[in-house]
């Protein structure tokens, strides 16, 4: 029986490794603008997003925005956004437009339970767009 990995490979599938943090979050390594970071993958996050004290770090445009964006425990918060930012998982690449927000609550927890801060999440419009396939078993995400 062929590997699920071999099959990936043959469909040109991207494989990035992540790590399952003390939160059984998902931790994954991404580039934005060529800059790495630390962010969580986030099947239930509809945007990919960073927050605010990235910008600096990442190169960011950012531009104001009147949608406000909700998550697990925070309604309500104030965003910006930014178009077509190069963002590079592995080595898959694309574009997308990141929502940003404070990730403070995020990262309050993370810290809270010994994990290192994110600057970001990615969601499922890179999910999407990567048509994503996620080993949790042997922890890699997929990506074509």
């Known amino acids: 029986m062929e590997k699920l990995q071999e099959i990936l490979k ?7 490794k992540f ?13 934005i603008n060529g800059l790495k970071g630390n962010f969580i993958l986030d099947t239930g996050a509809s945007n990919s997003c960073i927050g605010f004290e990235t910008i600096a770090l990442f190169q960011i445009d950012a531009k104001e925005s009147k949608t ?6 925070a309604t309500g918060m104030m965003t910006q ?13 694309t574009k997308v437009d990141l ?16 994990s ?13 767009e990567g048509k994503a396939i996620i080993d949790y078993y042997n922890h890699y995400l997929y990506l074509q």
């Open 10 to 16: 043959k469909e040109k599938y991207k494989k990035i």
């Open 99 to 114: 929502v940003i927000f404070d990730l403070s609550h995020v990262n309050e927890a993370l810290i809270q339970y010994k």
């Open 19 to 31: 790590k399952i943090i003390k939160t059984q979050h998902l931790l994954i390594k991404a580039k």
């Open 68 to 73: 406000k964006a909700s998550g697990a425990g």
């Open 116 to 128: 290192k801060p994110v600057h970001g999440i990615i969601g499922a419009d890179i999910l999407l």
């Open 81 to 93: 956004t930014s178009s077509q930012t190069k963002i590079q998982l592995g080595t898959w690449k």
